[in-house]
């Protein structure tokens, strides 16, 4: 077996004992999370009180992330990761965003993923669903997976169907106005960029920050 096979045979988190079963509770207020924050104050959807979800490093991501090696997820022990391949998973968790459409009838806000990707095609077309069921749901966030792979064609889809309520980045490719590039020191920066405010301190929270879901620059982030 070769280095490579070797190092994705185990394509897991390091923290197995945090992969918890499924649940109705998957989705986690973001006051829970002080990077995050809780209601969002700033942009197109201010007001609204955030929530976020977290899957399995790795084990939902593509083997081309150039993050895999060094994801931040090394460094979350004690983060409870919700296992997608619970038979449950996607029916639990549209009990829970049910149940938050109708907590939050002005508007909410999903992050994903705190961890993990979109693991699948078919897990893309679920949120697809979801975002037609509950039209008071939004979501920002990140991926990995290639701009020309079928998962990261479809995310673009949602992103050009739903601009308002969907907005996710793509991660490693400095191609469209869309990306999200992390920053190396030893890597040539990219122009016309926006390097994260609340990792320099400007602002306490993604919530009180927006450039995320609102700004058509990339987003540079410092190397965790």
Same mark, same amino acid.
């Given at each position: 077996?070769?280095?490579?096979?070797?190092?994705?045979?185990?394509?897991?988190?390091?923290?197995?004992?945090?992969?918890?079963? %499924?649940?109705?509770? !998957?989705?986690?207020?973001?006051? +829970?999370?002080?990077?995050?924050?809780?209601?969002?104050? @700033?942009? +197109?959807?201010?007001?609204?009180?955030?929530?976020?979800?977290?899957?399995?490093?790795?084990? $939902?991501?593509?083997?081309?992330?150039?993050?895999?090696? @060094?994801?931040?997820?090394?460094?979350?022990? /004690?983060?409870?990761?919700?296992?997608?391949?619970?038979?449950?998973?996607?029916?639990?968790?549209?009990?829970?965003?049910?149940?938050?459409?109708?907590?939050?009838?002005?508007?909410?806000?999903?992050?994903?993923?705190?961890?993990?990707?979109?693991?699948? &095609? &078919?897990? @893309?077309?679920?949120?697809?669903? !979801?975002?037609?069921? /509950?039209?008071?749901?939004? %979501?920002?966030?990140?991926?990995?997976?290639?701009?020309?792979? +079928?998962?990261?064609? &479809?995310?673009?889809?949602?992103?050009?169907?739903?601009?308002?309520?969907?907005?996710?980045?793509?991660?490693?490719?400095?191609?469209?106005?869309?990306? /999200?590039? &992390?920053?190396?020191?030893?890597?040539?920066?990219?122009?016309?960029?926006?390097?994260?405010?609340?990792?320099?301190?400007? $602002?306490?929270?993604?919530?009180?920050?927006?450039?995320?879901?609102?700004?058509?620059?990339?987003?540079?982030?410092?190397?965790?």
């Amino acid at each position: 077996m070769t280095l490579t096979n070797r190092k994705f045979q185990d394509a897991r988190t390091r923290y197995k004992k945090g992969v918890k079963p %499924a649940s109705v509770n !998957m989705l986690k207020r973001g006051k +829970q999370n002080k990077k995050l924050g809780d209601k969002v104050s @700033v942009k +197109q959807w201010k007001g609204m009180t955030m929530y976020s979800l977290t899957l399995e490093e790795r084990a $939902t991501c593509p083997t081309s992330c150039k993050q895999w090696d @060094v994801c931040y997820g090394n460094n979350m022990p /004690f983060a409870h990761r919700f296992d997608h391949t619970d038979p449950n998973f996607e029916a639990m968790l549209r009990a829970q965003l049910e149940c938050l459409s109708l907590k939050h009838p002005l508007g909410f806000v999903v992050r994903l993923h705190v961890l993990g990707d979109f693991y699948s &095609a &078919a897990y @893309v077309a679920f949120w697809k669903k !979801m975002l037609m069921e /509950f039209p008071n749901m939004n %979501a920002f966030g990140y991926t990995h997976w290639p701009y020309k792979s +079928q998962i990261g064609s &479809a995310i673009g889809k949602l992103n050009n169907l739903y601009p308002d309520r969907w907005r996710i980045r793509y991660s490693d490719e400095d191609q469209d106005v869309t990306d /999200f590039i &992390a920053l190396v020191e030893h890597e040539p920066r990219t122009t016309n960029h926006v390097i994260c405010p609340e990792q320099q301190g400007k $602002t306490p929270s993604c919530a009180d920050c927006g450039y995320c879901w609102s700004s058509e620059k990339p987003i540079l982030f410092i190397e965790h």
